[in-house]
């Protein structure tokens, strides 16, 4: 059955200001802001502390930077533009070879450290302790963010309600995940755990760093050995605390390499040794192009996953046109193979007899205020079976106004013959004080959404009589 969460469409700490700007909320704009913190591991002295304007996660020019003192605090003035982006982006603390450790003296292998964005974060305390704890909560969800292919800038957080909530709602998940493995409190995590004597946090911290310096080090390689490259970074993350939940406990490898859409991307995940020197097998990946030709989108995604949830490889491939209203067909492919080599060595022209064909249609206007998308599963017969494994540049978009018996009207209930199927639309800023309403319904008959407010908050409602009344949500789901 079609997920609905994975369709849905996409839907603080204070800083201390001087006084010529106001306050630091997202609706000022300060002249400048001063921020104050502490880079620990034990202290760190020597360390680089810059705001990540552009989250790639190099000191750039212009960027605002300071360097650690003795007991490894730091206050940073921003002024204008970065001011104004102060709680909208990371915290980076560099910690170069020579900096000193208060705990292990001389660092004799570079690592980074990151602090989340000050507008995401529950916590009110005011010094920003960038931590192995911190950055255990922030650099996994980033690095999702970007392969999910969200833009992460300055400019588009601070004007987009939307892209707020969505980065408050991860963060807000992995504390409580981070929190929870470690028993403590989220304000914990945030805290000085040096000044504060405790033990068992100072222990987890350390245990975190190797992973850091060994992801430092191979994202610096991988930069290298790929420089034209969009994007390039290594992560090694512990099953046993990781956001997604889905792998056992023990280390693994995350390398992503994004060289655009023509040329393709690619994630592959692997276990490895404890010591993290030594692969043992690749558990996942996630490889992919995309390209626009005669007047349609094809994109083309392997996936490979042997996580705790379950062992399949899969590939899709959908065709649909390029307009505001647009018809297209995915193409989806499914083998049970307990390796990845086995996977990726797939020819799917072989497996043509286990193809299931997707029907889709999407609509976007009202200056791409109101967008829909609506998906019909194993449609008794499309058609459209000529269009598996196809070259695209031997395809015309016309091809795809076969598609058009199907209506784009959100409210339409018609199956078409298809066993699963699922409507979504998603409205920005339909009427004062509100953000965004989302609103399903499905071939079971019921009918949700969810409506998020200007002021943060959300509301899910359920409809029994196809939308045209609504109550509160009162379990899990609105099935009946």
Known sequence: MINMNKL???????????????????????????????AIDGYLTGATVFLDVNFNGKLNNGEPSVITGEDGSWELLTTGTYAE?????????????????????????????????????????????????TTVVWGTIQKELHTEGEKLTCDNIKASYDVRERIKDRLSEQEFRVAQRYNVTVDELYGDYVKSGDTNLHAIAAALV???????????????????????????????????????????????????????????????????????EVVGFYKGTKQTVNGLTYEWINTYTNN??????????????????????????????????????????????????????????????????HFFDNVNDTGLGNLVLINPTNVAASELNAVNFISTDFYNEDSYGAQYWGRIQSVLDPEAGIAQRTTMHSETGTWSRTITYTNGTYSEQ???????????????SCEP
């Open 462 to 476: 359920c409809s029994y009589d196809a939308g045209a009344s609504w109550t509160a949500k009162t379990g899990d």
């Open 308 to 373: 705790l949830e379950l062992t399949t490889c899969r590939a899709s491939e959908w065709i649909e046109q390029d307009a505001d209203t647009s018809f297209g067909v995915k193409n989806v492919f499914e083998l049970s193979l307990s390796t990845a080599s086995a996977c990726e060595a797939v020819n799917w022209a072989d497996h043509v007899d286990i193809v299931k064909q997707q029907l889709t249609t999407r609509v976007q206007n009202g200056n791409d205020q109101t967008t829909s998308q």
């Open 210 to 280: 190797p992973s850091m310096k060994a992801s430092y080090a191979d994202t610096v390689a991988i930069e290298a050995g790929n420089p034209t490259a969009i994007a390039a970074w290594v992560e090694y993350f512990n099953g046993d605390w990781d956001e997604r939940g889905q792998f056992a406990e023990g280390w693994y490898k995350e390398t992503y390499i994004n060289n655009g859409e023509t040329q393709g991307w690619s994630s592959v995940t692997e276990s490895v040794s404890d010591n993290l020197k030594t692969v043992n």
């Open 85 to 133: 982006c102060s709680e909208y982006v990371p915290l980076v603390v560099d910690v170069p070879v020579g900096a000193i450790d208060s705990d292990y003296g001389e660092v004799t292998d570079a690592y980074q450290m990151t602090y989340p964005p000050a507008f995401a974060i529950a916590s009110d305390q005011e010094i920003k302790n960038t931590t192995p704890l």
């Open 8 to 38: 849905l469409i996409t839907t603080s700490i204070s800083i201390a200001l001087t006084a010529c700007g106001g306050g630091g909320s997202s609706d000022s704009s300060p002249a400048s802001a001063t921020l104050k913190g502490t």
